[in-house]
């Protein structure tokens, strides 16, 4: 699977951007489909997971009511909606691929970065203030 991440760019603050991960080679149905982000001098980090097959998200808690992540089957695309965005939301944003969807905690593995298989080449969000 390739993954192209885009939409970033800069806001001011208190604005919105949406990210984009478009799956090439192969349909995310059997992904859960994450999005992380890495600061200047930071490690990278969660932000959030959708499973694509059947839609369900979670997010870390600093996005959480922020920011939403969806799909789009025709396109075999999914999104992140940013809302609300603040200067520590500047980072470069990646979308990442992962298959093991298997038992109850996939959703904890699903936050952390060496869990993930595919990944994007990232894109930069600036929020100035």
């Known amino acids: 699977v390739q993954l192209q991440a885009s939409g970033g760019g800069l806001v001011q603050a208190g604005g919105s951007l949406r990210l984009s991960c478009a799956a090439s080679?192969?349909?995310?149905?059997?992904?859960?489909v994450g999005w992380f982000r890495q600061a200047p001098g930071k490690e990278r980090e969660f932000v959030g997971v959708?499973?694509?097959?059947?839609?369900?998200?979670y997010y870390a808690d600093s996005v959480k009511g922020r920011f939403t992540i969806s799909r789009d089957n025709a396109k075999n695309t999914v999104y992140l909606q940013m809302d609300n965005l603040n200067a520590e939301d500047t980072a470069v944003y990646y979308c990442?691929?992962?298959?093991?969807?298997?038992?109850?905690?996939?959703?904890?593995?699903?936050?952390?970065?060496?869990?993930?298989?595919?990944w994007g080449q990232g894109t930069l969000v600036t929020v100035s203030s």
């Open positions: 959708i499973r694509y097959s059947s839609g369900a998200t």
């Open positions: 080679g192969r349909t995310f149905s059997a992904y859960a």
């Open positions: 990442a691929a992962m298959s093991n969807l298997y038992g109850s905690d996939w959703l904890g593995r699903a936050t952390k970065v060496y869990e993930y298989d595919y």
